[in-house]
């Protein structure tokens, strides 16, 4: 991938071009910021800039990602990214690297296991690494969503950082870095992605998908700065949509206090894997945030979508100084308990009942 294919992020792209012909180059960064701001995205141009590189593939670019153990693998085989790298790679090709970690997930046809990157991977990555360069030049690994090794990996790679190879750069994309071990943290240089300015979102939107100046206007608006959010609300079935229609039905049934509603409500979402619970919540969020905002009447503050302000333009009213920030921390201690495991259908039931008391808080 070539710099200017990636979207916007021009000054995160100058101050990567910058350690590279200034001869500043370290040994390992880390990318930090949404995989839809394009952390993927800049990791592979970072890539091609060191190894020259013109082709699809090369011989000195190795990736890692996270893993699921698939019924075909035996008892003791450990997975790793060599078992999935044909499907990584016609991924890659297709969606081009602004992909979710659901895409991957599907194209690995993994069912409700949790994705890691095993110790197995971190010992394949250093053996790989070990070996003389295949052009005389860099080796570079790419570690997406490195936050998902589990620690005995991540323990092997902090070996691995600390005693690299000549010529060899690691470029950790990560999405949750306050996951990663502090020693690992320690021994990369840490660079933040941003979210994509409006103005290069909307003109991606125009050259990518054809669309018109107004429309892409509105959708890079709505999609706050990440490409994948934009694209998302292009389809008809997106999970935006679903989204939306599930907080609609929440927040009718908490001001009815109808519990019957409720529970069969928390039912449904409990059969969605975590992860899709996890941005559920966290689309929940912002739509608290956008109907608190909408009291203040000011379009240039509103960053939804027309179907979005069509239900906030009622329901904004109930969103107010008294409740908006308890609203916020018990949407974000669903969040966390998702996260640990607790029981989906109590953490999503016991959040609409105490939402019955907050959102008639005036």
């Known amino acids: 991938m070539q710099w200017n294919e990636v979207i916007g992020q021009q000054e995160v792209k100058d101050?990567?071009?910058?350690?590279?012909?200034?001869?500043?180059?370290?040994?390992?960064?880390?990318?930090?910021?949404?995989t839809g701001y394009g952390t993927l995205a800049l990791a592979t141009a970072l890539a091609t800039e060191l190894l020259h590189k013109t082709t699809d593939y090369h011989p000195d670019l190795h990736f890692s990602f996270p893993t699921v153990k698939?019924?075909?693998?035996?008892?003791e085989h450990k997975p790793v990214s060599d078992d999935f790298i044909r499907d990584w790679h016609e991924l890659i090709k297709r969606e081009?690297?602004?992909?979710?970690?659901?895409?991957?997930?599907?194209?690995m046809k993994a069912t409700t296991q949790q994705a890691i990157i095993t110790a197995a991977e971190s010992d394949e990555l250093a053996k790989k690494l070990s070996l003389k360069s295949s052009q005389g030049g860099y080796k570079v690994a790419i570690i997406w969503l490195a936050e998902r090794m589990n620690d005995?990996?991540?323990?092997?790679?902090?070996?691995t950082l600390e005693e690299p190879s000549?010529?060899?750069?690691?470029?950790?994309?990560?999405?949750?870095?306050?996951?990663l071990l502090e020693t690992i943290r320690s021994r990369v240089q840490r660079i933040d992605v941003p979210k994509i300015d409006s103005a290069s979102l909307e003109k991606a939107l125009m050259e990518k998908r054809g669309l018109e100046a107004g429309v892409a206007h509105k959708l890079s608006r709505a999609a706050d700065g990440n490409w994948l959010a934009a694209i998302e609300q292009l389809s008809p079935d997106s999970e935006q949509m679903l989204f939306l229609d599930l907080f609609k039905m929440l927040m009718r049934q908490v001001y009815a206090k109808d519990v019957r509603g409720m529970k069969k409500w928390s039912e449904t979402v409990a059969g969605f894997g975590r992860e899709k619970q996890k941005r559920l919540l966290t689309y929940f969020l912002r739509m608290v945030r956008e109907a608190f905002v909408s009291n203040f009447r000011n379009p240039e503050l509103s960053y939804m979508t027309a179907e979005e302000e069509m239900?906030?333009?009622?329901?904004?009213?109930?969103?107010?100084?008294?409740?908006?920030?308890?609203?916020?921390?018990l949407l974000e201690l669903a969040i966390r308990d998702i996260s640990q495991n607790t029981?989906?259908?109590?953490?999503?039931?016991?959040?609409?009942?105490?939402?019955?008391?907050?959102?008639?808080?005036?």
Request: one cysteine or more; aromatic letters at 8%.
């Open 311 to 329: 239900f906030v333009s009622k329901f904004g009213r109930f969103i107010n100084e008294a409740n908006v920030i308890d609203i916020n921390s």
């Open 166 to 179: 000549e010529q060899t750069v690691f470029i950790l994309c990560v999405e949750r870095p306050e996951r």
């Open 15 to 34: 101050r990567l071009m910058g350690l590279v012909h200034g001869g500043r180059m370290p040994h390992a960064l880390m990318l930090c910021g949404d």
């Open 343 to 362: 029981n989906q259908k109590i953490v999503f039931f016991d959040t609409a009942l105490r939402l019955t008391v907050l959102l008639l808080r005036k």
């Open 96 to 107: 081009g690297p602004y992909i979710t970690l659901d895409q991957w997930m599907e194209a």
């Open 152 to 159: 005995e990996s991540a323990n092997k790679i902090l070996k």
């Open 70 to 75: 698939t019924p075909s693998m035996g008892g």
